[in-house]
Nanobody, 124 residues
Framework: QVQLVESGGGLVQTGGSLRLSCVAF????????IGWFRQAPEKEREFVAS????????DYADAVKGRFTISKDNPKNTVYLQMNSLKPDDTAVYYC?????????????????WGQGTQVAVSS
């Protein structure tokens, strides 16, 4: 069993920055990847970024590449998502998720555990 707790969301203006945190509890050693996803109103949940817990392999969605940075602090069991140059299109609930298998990290169906989400709103 793995529990995930996100924090760091809020309201910012266009061009602003936020840093989201995702703390994992439980069977940490069983995690292969931590991913960040987001879901805007009336849209499907979409991949944002992921990082390998052991190998540190990183992947980004094209929409956030160059603006968002994912990183991890293994001793703290925490993954961060630094979001810069935010746009109104980035407005969504952001979720972190843990994947306990070697399947692709971009598909939400491959993730086993999810956090409760944190709201990010970017005003124009």
């Amino acid at each position: 069993q793995v529990q995930l707790v996100e924090s760091g969301g809020g309201l910012v203006q266009t061009g602003g920055s936020l840093r989201l945190s995702c703390v994992a509890f439980g069977r940490i050693s069983s995690i292969y990847n931590i991913g960040w996803f987001r879901q805007a109103p009336e849209k499907e949940r979409e991949f944002v970024a992921s990082i390998g817990r052991d190998d540190g392999y990183i992947d980004y969605a094209d929409a956030v590449k160059g603006r968002f940075t994912i990183s991890k602090d293994n001793p703290k069991n925490t993954v961060y998502l630094q979001m810069n140059s935010l746009k109104p299109d980035d407005t969504a609930v952001y979720y972190c998720a843990a994947k306990l298998n070697r399947l692709g990290s971009r598909s939400r169906d491959n993730y086993n555990y999810w956090g409760q989400g944190t709201q990010v709103a970017v005003s124009s």
